[in-house]
C-alpha cells in the first residue's frame, strides 16, 4: 500500500444532471477586410479629401484604371464627389474607420446554426459531440422545474452571454473565424429549438483527509459555477442518508470471522482510522495470509485490480486446462445501499465478468448478480435492476434482502478467493456510506463466507419463501423461476 496521500477516495458516486440538446440559429456580424486598392483608395481619401488625378499619381494608375476604380468605389456608395471635384467618403465608408490612418473593416451581416448542449441547472454549454448516456447507475440531480420548461429561451440568453467563449472553444462553425484577426460578434438570435433531453454525468470522488475527516467535493470543470449543483447533491444525499450501522456491521465481522477490519474505527469514535490502514496494508503486505484490505467500492479502478490479481490467473489456467470447470459458482451479492453501484464502473466490471465467463469452446465459471429484493412479487425493484443492468441481465437475480442485515458485499469464487465489502453508515461523520473491505485467498475466510452465502441462499425467509427469487427477467411471468 502506498503512503497515505493528504486526501484519500472512499466513494465514487455518478450524480446524473439533466441537460438538453438544442438546435440554435442566430445571426452574427463579422468585420472583414477590404480588397488591396479599394482599401488603399479609402484609406487615402479617409486622411483628407484628394482628387482623382492625385489618386492616379499615388497609385501610378492610368487615366482608365483610376476612373474604374473611383466608378466602382461610387457604385458601392462609399466615394462622392464635392462640389470642388475632390473625392470624399460617404457615411457609409466612413463607419469603416474607428480612428484615423486604421485599416477600414466592412461589417457584414451573416446567418449561422450550431447543435449544442446545455445543462439545466447551470445552463453551461457543454459542447456539441454526443457524449451522454442512459438514466442509468447514478444518481438524479433535481433542479427548478421552471428551467426545463423555459429552457429555450435561457438558453437563447445563455448562448449570447457566452457567445465569445463559444467562438474560441470552437464549439461554433470554422467560418465564423475565417478572419482570426477580429471576432464577430453576435447580432440576434433567430430561434432555438429543444431536440432531446439527456443526463450529464458528473462522477465524484468522497475523499477523506489523512486524519480521517470528510473533504469538501471538488468543482465541476465542465460547468461555469459548481455550487448550485453541489447543493442539489447535498439535498439528494440527505435524502437518501441513513442511520448509523456501525455495530451491526461490527457484529457482522464477527460473525464472519474478520478480526482486523473493526480495527480501522478509532474507539469512541465514527472515523475511520487511515494510520492504522497504512499498517495494516505493510502487514499484509509481508504476510503470506493472502488478505488486502481497501478502501472504496470494489469496482473502482484501483481496487478491481485487486480482484483481477486473482481473477485472471484463474481464467488463465482454466481456459487451457481440459478439466470440466464451468459449473464453478462466481457470485456477486449486492448489499442493500442506496449508493451501492450508482456508478457506471459497476456496469464495466459486470459486463467484464460475463465476457470472460466463457470461451468458444467452453465455460470458465458460472457468473451470478444477486441484487436485493422484497419477495418475487417485487415487480418494481426487479423493473429497476434490469434496467440498471440492461444489456447484461441474463445472469441477475433476486435475493430477498437481509443477508449479513443487508450492509455487506460480498464476490465469492468457490473455493478461490472472496471478496468482502462492509459499507459502513456513519451520517455524523461522512455525507455518503463508506465501504472498506478485504480480498482472501486464505481457505478458511473464503469456505466460512461461501458457507454463509449458500446458506442464505438456499433457506428462506418465511413459510415457502425462498430468498433466492430466481431470475429477474422471469418476474412477473409466473410458474418456476430459475434459482440456479
Not at 445543462?119 to 459542447?127: E, H, I, N, Y
Not at 474507539?267 to 481497501?294: M, V
Not at 463466507?449 to 427469487?469: A, H, I, T, W
Amino acid at each position: 500500500m502506498k503512503n497515505i496521500e493528504s486526501n484519500l477516495a472512499y466513494h465514487e458516486i455518478d450524480f446524473l444532471l439533466p441537460a438538453q440538446r438544442f438546435n440554435i440559429n442566430f445571426s452574427y456580424i463579422t468585420q472583414k477586410g477590404l480588397p488591396f486598392v479599394r482599401e488603399f483608395v479609402l484609406r487615402l481619401v479617409h486622411l483628407a479629401p484628394i482628387s482623382a488625378t492625385q489618386v492616379a499619381a499615388f497609385f501610378g494608375f492610368s487615366r482608365g484604371e483610376v476612373h474604374e476604380a473611383i466608378e466602382d468605389l461610387v457604385d458601392r456608395g462609399e466615394l462622392t464627389l464635392t462640389t470642388d471635384g475632390r473625392l470624399t467618403l460617404t457615411e457609409k465608408a466612413n463607419g469603416y474607420f474607428t480612428e484615423l490612418g486604421e485599416v477600414p473593416r466592412l461589417s457584414l451581416l451573416r446567418d449561422s446554426t450550431a447543435h449544442l448542449c446545455f445543462d439545466l441547472a447551470t445552463f453551461s454549454c457543454l459542447g456539441k459531440e454526443n457524449f451522454f448516456d442512459k438514466w442509468k447507475a447514478g444518481l438524479p440531480i433535481k433542479v427548478d422545474n421552471d428551467n426545463a420548461s423555459r429552457s429555450e429561451k435561457l438558453v437563447e440568453k445563455s448562448f449570447q452571454r457566452q457567445f465569445q467563449k463559444l467562438l474560441q472553444d470552437g464549439l461554433l462553425s470554422k467560418s465564423l473565424m475565417e478572419d482570426e484577426s477580429d471576432l464577430p460578434s453576435i447580432y440576434t438570435v433567430t430561434s432555438v429549438n429543444k431536440i432531446k433531453q439527456l443526463p450529464l454525468r458528473l462522477s465524484v470522488k468522497f475523499k477523506v483527509s489523512e486524519d480521517g475527516e470528510n473533504v469538501e467535493r471538488d468543482d465541476f470543470e465542465i460547468l461555469g459555477n459548481s455550487d448550485y449543483v453541489h447543493g442539489q447533491i447535498s439535498l439528494e444525499i440527505d435524502h437518501l442518508s441513513r442511520p448509523s450501522n456501525l455495530d451491526d456491521i461490527k457484529n457482522v465481522m464477527i460473525e464472519i470471522g474478520d478480526t482486523e477490519t473493526s480495527k480501522l474505527f478509532e474507539i469512541g469514535s465514527d472515523r475511520i482510522n487511515l494510520r492504522y490502514l497504512e499498517d495494516l496494508g505493510k502487514l499484509e503486505k509481508n504476510s503470506q495470509q493472502g488478505r488486502s484490505t481497501f478502501l472504496g467500492p470494489i469496482y473502482s479502478s484501483a481496487n478491481w485490480e485487486l480482484v483481477q490479481m486473482h481473477l485472471a490467473p484463474l481464467i488463465k489456467e482454466r481456459r487451457q486446462s481440459k478439466a470440466d470447470v464451468g459449473q464453478t459458482p462466481f457470485v456477486w451479492v449486492a448489499p442493500s445501499d442506496p449508493f451501492w453501484g450508482k456508478s457506471s464502473s459497476l456496469q464495466v466490471r459486470f459486463a467484464e465478468i460475463l465476457n470472460n465467463a466463457h470461451t468458444k469452446e467452453k465455460r470458465i465459471y458460472s457468473p451470478a448478480m444477486y441484487l436485493p429484493v422484497q419477495g418475487p412479487d417485487d415487480l418494481r425493484s426487479a423493473r429497476q435492476w434490469k434496467r440498471e443492468f440492461d444489456p447484461n441481465t441474463e445472469a441477475t437475480y433476486g435475493v430477498i434482502e437481509g443477508f449479513l442485515r443487508g450492509n455487506v458485499e460480498i464476490l465469492h469464487f468457490e473455493g478461490e478467493f472472496v471478496v468482502v465489502i462492509y459499507h459502513v453508515s456513519l451520517p455524523d461523520a461522512y455525507p455518503v456510506s463508506f465501504p472498506i473491505g478485504f480480498v482472501s485467498t486464505e481457505r478458511q475466510m473464503v469456505q466460512s463466507v461461501g458457507g454463509l452465502l449458500k446458506r442464505y441462499l438456499d433457506g428462506n425467509s418465511g413459510f415457502d419463501k425462498p430468498n433466492n427469487c430466481g431470475l429477474l427477467t422471469r418476474f412477473g411471468r409466473g410458474g418456476d423461476q430459475d434459482r440456479r
